[in-house]
């Protein structure tokens, strides 16, 4: 009940002091909203990025992955011997093991014939690789002889790939290799791949003449059911030569996603943008604070001379950033998520608005302007009662 | 006594600048009585008004309020005076974003053991008392001069304090409304056995006090006591 009167009364007088005069609420409100949509932007885009890095290993069907120690991220990936995966089946909890080759190449656009880089996945259909249903049924027909799926996510430049398929336009080059489109599937884009399309792995060394069977990208592992993964890891480990690295489902979209973070400098970017943003916030926030204490000190002199005590005025600062922060977060959070869905159409990249990312920046807004309210009390000492009369 | 001040000197500034304000004022107030201060500008009436209120630090003499000595004394025993005390400014002082209502409220706001209805209830006593029962909901930019004034009568009397300080309330009303304003506080204060001290040049409301005390130079001049 005490907390409650602490800060009800301040809380309240610093509403009504707020609301007085709308059209200055109104540009302070505007103030904290810029802020807000611009971290959510900046930490939409980050997460997005990171999102996209993962959009293809997130489909991957398998327990273990062998990558090569040189390779710094599947886009750009270093080969290794197949013989290599092939050692990982002497171990008795290993079910089966499959190649993964991938590459990046021209594709001409159906309608422009404009070439443009996308991402070449080849893998044995039979061993459904990724997880995805609209491969999966489709297995059959991609063992005929230059034959791909293509990624119905790709972006627009590739040209209107499925309408085209529908007229019976489907061949097109790839790596300028004549290649007949069966079909689609949705598997999204990445900040490395404008598009992607699927084949097998005959099909793949067709398109890739200077590449051979033996030497693959990806390595996948699939393991008895009911084993422990992580103990299998180590024994395998333990057989494998040190230039493959092994990793776990997890661990590999983790490696994709720290290539973005930290090897790309494309995290500290974005990571940069949300400070600046925050920061411009504060200043904004500490000017309208500052300002009003200005504005109100022979108020709060007044009632300071009647029998209030100083930390009530502070309260009634921290109140007011608290109003400002909650009154900019609202329109703010509406406003980003229309322009996440704008992005997305954009990018073709997904930016969800999350719980967890709107509860962050509500974090980050609410920091921030407490920060400006510890900056602007200072303002109260102003305000002295004794010159009143 | 509700107020004595004892042998109270006080100078502004420090050093070879030191302006002395006051020099051995000697003032003691009965519970209940209404004493104007007149005197000319700079004779250091305003000055003796904010320490007796408790809103400046004297560190010379001896000022006794309601049993509390504020020569030296700390912030908290300060705040107790203030608490008891209610103030009339020059200007109104009404907080402009808050209606007459409200502004009444801010005073018995301080007294945590009403409740938000009778806290409403009193505001509206207070008010009704003053003849504002139909201004309640306005705010200050609304009200004429002399409204304003009576709103801040009436936010110093709702908390029925134990002493007023008024300087130069009717400094900015015209001649009725000033009479009024001042009628009206008296009329408050006999009721509730409230003492009052006035700072004011105004000679037109003399009438009201039941004493009035001169000031010049920094020093209690006259004691001139009404029949």
């Given at each position: 009940?005490?907390?409650?009167?602490?800060?009800?009364?301040?809380?309240?007088?610093?509403?009504?002091?707020?609301?007085?005069?709308?059209?200055?609420?109104?540009?302070?409100?505007?103030?904290?909203?810029?802020?807000c949509?611009?971290v959510f932007m900046q930490l939409g885009?980050k997460d997005?990025?990171?999102?996209?890095?993962?959009?293809?290993?997130?489909?991957?069907?398998?327990?273990?992955?062998?990558?090569?120690?040189?390779?710094?991220?599947?886009?750009?990936?270093?080969?290794?011997?197949?013989?290599?995966?092939?050692?990982?089946?002497?171990?008795?909890?290993?079910?089966?093991?499959?190649?993964?080759?991938?590459?990046?190449?021209?594709?001409?656009?159906?309608?422009?014939?404009?070439?443009?880089?996308?991402?070449?996945?080849?893998?044995?259909?039979?061993?459904?690789?990724?997880?995805?249903?609209?491969?999966?049924?489709?297995?059959?027909?991609?063992?005929?002889?230059?034959?791909?799926?293509?990624?119905?996510?790709?972006?627009?430049?590739?040209?209107?790939?499925?309408?085209?398929?529908?007229?019976?336009?489907?061949?097109?080059?790839?790596?300028?290799?004549?290649?007949?489109?069966?079909?689609?599937?949705?598997?999204?884009?990445?900040?490395?791949?404008?598009?992607?399309?699927?084949?097998?792995?005959?099909?793949?060394?067709?398109?890739?003449?200077?590449?051979?069977?033996?030497?693959?990208?990806?390595?996948?592992?699939?393991?008895?059911?009911?084993?422990?993964?992580?103990?299998?890891?180590?024994?395998?480990?333990?057989?494998?030569?040190?230039?493959?690295?092994?990793?776990?489902?997890?661990?590999?979209?983790?490696?994709?996603?720290?290539?973005?973070?930290?090897?790309?400098?494309?995290?500290?970017?974005f990571n940069?943008?949300t400070i600046?943003g925050l920061?411009?916030?504060?200043?904004?926030?500490?000017?309208?604070?500052?300002?009003?204490?200005?504005?109100?000190?022979?108020?709060?002199?007044?009632?300071?001379?009647?029998?209030?005590?100083?930390?009530?005025?502070?309260?009634?600062?921290?109140?007011?950033?608290?109003?400002?922060a909650?009154?900019?977060f609202?329109?703010g959070l509406?406003?980003s998520?229309?322009?996440?869905?704008?992005?997305?159409?954009?990018?073709?990249?997904?930016?969800p608005m999350t719980f967890e990312k709107a509860f962050t920046v509500f974090v980050f807004i609410l920091f921030m302007?407490?920060?400006?309210?510890?900056?602007?009390?200072?303002?109260?000492?102003?305000?002295?009662?004794?010159?009143?009369? | 006594?509700?107020?004595?001040?004892?042998?109270?000197?006080?100078?502004?500034?420090?050093?070879?600048?030191?302006?002395?304000?006051?020099?051995?004022?000697?003032?003691?107030?009965?519970?209940?009585?209404?004493?104007?201060?007149?005197?000319?500008?700079?004779?250091?009436?305003?000055?003796?008004?904010?320490?007796?209120?408790?809103?400046?630090?004297?560190?010379?003499?001896?000022?006794?309020?309601?049993?509390?000595?504020?020569?030296?004394?700390?912030?908290?025993?300060?705040?107790?005076?203030?608490?008891?005390?209610?103030?009339?400014?020059?200007?109104?002082?009404?907080?402009?974003?808050?209606?007459?209502?409200?502004?009444?409220?801010?005073?018995?706001?301080?007294?945590?053991?009403?409740?938000?209805?009778?806290?409403?209830?009193?505001?509206?006593?207070?008010?009704?008392?003053?003849?504002?029962?139909?201004?309640?909901?306005?705010?200050?930019?609304?009200?004429?001069?002399?409204?304003?004034?009576?709103?801040?009568?009436?936010?110093?009397?709702?908390?029925?304090?134990?002493?007023?300080?008024?300087?130069?309330?009717?400094?900015?009303?015209?001649?009725?409304?000033?009479?009024?304003?001042?009628?009206?506080?008296?009329?408050?204060?006999?009721?509730?056995?409230?003492?009052?001290?006035?700072?004011?040049?105004?000679?037109?409301?003399?009438?009201?006090?039941?004493?009035?005390?001169?000031?010049?130079?920094?020093?209690?001049?006259?004691?001139?006591?009404?029949?």
């Open positions: 009940m005490s907390i409650v009167n602490t800060w009800f009364f301040p809380t309240r007088l610093a509403w009504r002091q707020l609301i007085h005069d709308r059209l200055k609420l109104a540009a302070a409100t505007s103030g904290v909203l810029f802020a949509v611009l885009f997005a990025l990171y999102a996209s890095a993962a959009s293809m290993p997130l489909k991957f069907d398998g327990d273990l992955f062998l990558i090569h120690q040189q390779s710094e991220a599947m886009w750009r990936p270093a080969q290794f011997e197949r013989s290599e995966l092939m050692r990982a089946l002497g171990h008795p909890a290993v079910a089966e093991v499959a190649p993964l080759y991938l590459s990046l190449a021209t594709f001409k656009a159906l309608d422009t014939q404009v070439k443009r880089t996308l991402m070449v996945y080849g893998y044995d259909p039979d061993t459904d690789l990724l997880n995805v249903d609209a491969i999966k049924t489709r297995k059959r027909e991609l063992r005929v002889k230059d034959t791909v799926l293509f990624d119905e996510y790709s972006r627009p430049e590739f040209g209107p790939v499925s309408n085209m398929l529908e007229a019976g336009q489907n061949r097109t080059e790839v790596n300028d290799y004549k290649v007949t489109i069966l079909g689609v599937f949705q598997l999204g884009i990445s900040f490395a791949a404008d598009g992607n399309i699927v084949t097998s792995d005959l099909n793949f060394l067709r398109i890739f003449p200077n590449r051979n069977a033996e030497e693959i990208d990806v390595g996948v592992i699939r393991l008895q059911p009911g084993v422990f993964i992580p103990e299998i890891k180590e024994e395998l480990r333990a057989h494998l030569n040190d230039f493959v690295k092994i990793y776990t489902y997890e661990e590999v979209l983790k490696h994709e996603r720290l290539y973005w973070e930290n090897a790309a400098p494309i995290g500290f970017i940069f943008g600046m920061i411009v916030g504060m200043v904004i926030v500490y000017q309208i604070l500052f300002t009003e204490i200005n504005n109100y000190r022979f108020e709060f002199a007044t009632l300071k001379a009647m029998g209030y005590p100083h930390s009530y005025f502070i309260r009634m600062v921290f109140a007011s950033a608290f109003i400002l909650i009154l900019g609202v329109p509406a406003l998520s229309s322009l996440y869905n704008l992005a997305e159409s954009q990018i073709f990249i997904p930016m302007c407490t920060t400006a309210g510890f900056l602007a009390i200072h303002r109260l000492d102003s305000a002295n009662p004794a010159d009143m009369f | 006594m509700v107020i004595d001040v004892h042998n109270l000197n006080f100078s502004f500034g420090s050093g070879s600048l030191t302006q002395p304000v006051l020099k051995g004022i000697d003032l003691a107030i009965r519970k209940g009585e209404i004493v104007l201060m007149t005197g000319p500008s700079g004779s250091g009436k305003t000055t003796l008004l904010t320490i007796i209120g408790g809103l400046r630090q004297a560190s010379n003499g001896s000022v006794v309020i309601l049993g509390e000595q504020l020569v030296n004394s700390n912030e908290q025993t300060k705040v107790k005076i203030r608490r008891q005390t209610g103030y009339i400014f020059q200007q109104h002082n009404l907080l402009k974003s808050l209606t007459a209502l409200q502004n009444v409220c801010m005073t018995l706001e301080l007294q945590r053991d009403l409740t938000e209805s009778e806290r409403q209830y009193r505001a509206q006593q207070i008010l009704a008392a003053v003849g504002l029962e139909d201004r309640m909901h306005y705010f200050p930019e609304a009200l004429s001069g002399g409204q304003r004034q009576r709103v801040s009568i009436a936010r110093a009397l709702a908390g029925r304090p134990k002493i007023i300080l008024a300087d130069e309330p009717t400094a900015s009303l015209d001649r009725q409304s000033g009479h009024d304003a001042v009628e009206i506080l008296k009329q408050l204060a006999k009721e509730l056995n409230t003492t009052i001290l006035l700072v004011t040049h105004d000679y037109r409301i003399l009438d009201i006090a039941d004493r009035v005390v001169e000031l010049e130079d920094g020093l209690v001049k006259a004691v001139e006591h009404q029949e």
